[in-house]
Structures are given as C-alpha cells and as structure tokens.
C-alpha cells in the first residue's frame, strides 16, 4: 500500500489519520494539512526545512497504518 508521495522535489506527502495529521501541523512549522476534496489525508512535509528524526518518525507511523 501506498503511505507517502513525493509529488516534487520540495514537498513530501505523507498519509496519516486526521489526529496525527493536527498534532504534526501543530507541532511543526514545516508541516501543513494536504487535502483531497474536503477530506484531510496527508500531512505535506517541506523538506527543505524538515528536521530528518522527525521526517522518519512520521513516514514509521504511515506505514504503520498501511499495514493495517
């Protein structure tokens, strides 16, 4: 299953559930909400001012997920 996209060298989408989702947008600055319609699905890392531990951290739980 698909659990991240990189739609451009800049951003990196990351599919999480909604609550994690508002905690890293709250969390930290260079995360924002990526929306389908008018559903929240992603996370949308810019990486150029991501901090990598925490890159890592989020891609671990969307793959959790996906093995759902």
């Known amino acids: 299953r698909i659990f991240a996209t990189l739609p451009t060298d800049e951003v990196l989408r990351v599919m999480l559930d909604e ?26 890392v810019l990486l150029g001012h991501a901090e990598p531990d925490a890159v890592a951290e989020l891609l671990a739980g969307a793959h959790r997920g996906a093995k759902r």
């Open 19 to 44: 609550g994690p989702i508002r905690e890293a947008v709250a969390q930290w600055e260079w995360c924002r909400e990526g929306w389908w319609g008018k559903k929240l699905m992603t996370v949308e």
